[in-house]
């Protein structure tokens, strides 16, 4: 009798880790793998869709009742050659670049000294100041554009890519400045103490001992700066005129429409070719993206 327990036991166990594992197996799949799944669907649809309507000709894209709608059945090259040799999209990308680069060089400068005076100088409001520069973040730039126009316009810059250089800063600094004032706060003082016993300033220690340590920050807040620079839209419609300084947002919709003809292939393809360089350079540095926005929670 004592035998025939014990065998039973024996069995009952070994069944138990296929029961829980089967059940772990599907609960994994719904609560994981199932949303996840529905989540990327929806999130890659749309580039897809970019994608697939960028190399499509033009009877495939006016007659969705002989094709198929989600499938290339002659796939070509056209409305690409036309956006790159017919039109100034070459010019309008490298114009995107430039001010793209530009803001975030100089938004990076002012956000490093900002949020290293306010995390590490100790002066009275510092909390508040910090909290003040974040705040101005907040304020949506349909507000700021006409007010910054007067500015644009006064100062002659009307109509050229340095006023956006200029100008996007005012949106910049404010979050990449919180955004570093969380990381410095990741980073030892004592280091810094030290270096301050052994005679060295203030900037030598930003430029020796603190910015080599906030890489990862600086690279999280480049990114963030340049994804914005790139993207943004309100600003390069209200402060560029001709067509050969306008970014591409802006190009790829004001000249690629000729009235009510939406030229949907070479817009399609205008956009494809302009997220490419945010999604290498986001490719490129994820892996430090991730490390500072951890480091910043921690704090």
Not at 187 to 191: D, H, Q
């Given at each position: 009798m004592?035998?025939?327990?014990?065998?039973?036991?024996?069995?009952?166990?070994?069944?138990?880790?296929?029961?829980?594992?089967?059940?772990?197996g599907l609960r994994r799949l719904m609560m994981i793998y199932l949303p996840l799944g529905c989540f990327v669907l929806i999130l890659l649809f749309p580039f897809y869709w970019m994608a697939i309507?960028?190399?499509?000709?033009?009877?495939?894209?006016?007659?969705?009742?002989?094709?198929?709608?989600?499938?290339?059945?002659?796939?070509?090259?056209?409305?690409?050659?036309?956006?790159?040799?017919?039109?100034?999209?070459?010019?309008?990308?490298?114009?995107?670049?430039?001010?793209?680069?530009?803001?975030?060089?100089?938004?990076?400068?002012?956000?490093?000294?900002?949020?290293?005076?306010?995390?590490?100088?100790?002066?009275?409001?510092?909390?508040?100041?910090?909290l003040g520069i974040y705040l101005a973040y907040l304020v949506p730039p349909s507000i700021l554009f006409i007010p910054l126009a007067t500015v644009v316009v006064q100062f002659g810059?009307?109509?050229?890519?340095?006023?956006?250089?200029?100008?996007?800063?005012?949106?910049?600094?404010?979050?990449?400045?919180?955004l570093l004032i969380g990381y410095f706060k990741s980073?030892?003082?004592?280091?810094e103490e030290c270096a301050l016993v052994d005679g060295a300033t203030r900037l030598q220690i930003l430029r020796r001992i603190t910015l080599p340590l906030a890489?990862?920050?600086?690279?999280?807040?480049?990114?963030?700066?340049?994804?914005?620079?790139?993207?943004e839209f309100i600003y390069a419609l209200a402060f560029i005129?001709?067509?050969?300084?306008?970014?591409?947002?802006?190009?790829?919709?004001?000249?690629?429409?000729?009235?009510?003809?939406?030229?949907?292939?070479?817009?399609m393809a205008g956009s494809l070719l302009g997220s490419l360089p945010v999604a290498i350079f986001y490719s490129l540095f994820v892996d430090y993206y991730v490390s500072s926005l951890t480091g910043a929670v921690k704090e």
């Open positions: 004592t035998d025939t327990v014990a065998q039973a036991a024996v069995a009952d166990a070994k069944a138990a880790p296929d029961t829980m594992a089967w059940d772990s309507t960028s190399f499509k000709p033009n009877a495939e894209l006016m007659n969705y009742k002989e094709h198929n709608p989600f499938w290339i059945s002659s796939p070509t090259l056209a409305h690409i050659k036309h956006l790159l040799f017919n039109t100034a999209y070459p010019h309008w990308l490298w114009t995107t670049m430039l001010v793209a680069i530009g803001a975030t060089t100089l938004s990076l400068i002012a956000s490093t000294l900002a949020a290293y005076a306010i995390e590490r100088l100790r002066f009275r409001g510092s909390p508040y100041v910090g810059l009307f109509d050229s890519p340095l006023a956006l250089i200029l100008v996007y800063p005012t949106f910049l600094v404010p979050f990449c400045t919180w980073i030892p003082y004592e280091l890489v990862p920050g600086l690279i999280s807040a480049g990114i963030f700066s340049f994804t914005l620079s790139w993207n005129q001709s067509g050969a300084n306008k970014t591409v947002p802006v190009a790829i919709l004001t000249e690629l429409v000729t009235g009510d003809v939406y030229q949907w292939g070479a817009l």
